[in-house]
């Protein structure tokens, strides 16, 4: 058997395919989980969780594109409301 090390090229486009379809994953599974919690903690039904999901998927999108961050979220939130997400 040969130790030859095997060298593999990934192209920039195929690592951003990649790390996009991971993201995705990341956020499905955060927004089962907030569905979940939802539903199950606070008795949302279909027409609320509808409502969440949309502004959720939106949010995101404004992220996704530049006019909103996280942390503007955060100071937001601790503003308006005093919790603080640590």
Do not use: Q
């Not at 990649?18 to 949302?44: D, P, Q």
């Not at 530049?66 to 937001?76: Q, S, V, W």
Request: aromatic share 4%; hydrophobic share 40%.
């Amino acid at each position: 058997m040969s130790s030859k090390k095997r060298k593999v090229t990934v192209t920039a486009a195929e690592l951003e395919k990649k790390s996009r379809r991971e993201a995705n994953n990341i956020i499905s599974v955060y927004l089962m989980c907030t569905i979940w919690a939802l539903h199950t903690g606070e008795g949302f039904g279909r027409k609320r969780l509808d409502r969440v999901c949309n502004a959720i998927v939106e949010t995101a999108d404004d992220i996704a594109a530049g006019r909103l961050t996280a942390e503007e979220i955060r100071k937001t939130i601790a503003e308006e409301t005093g919790f603080e997400v640590k």
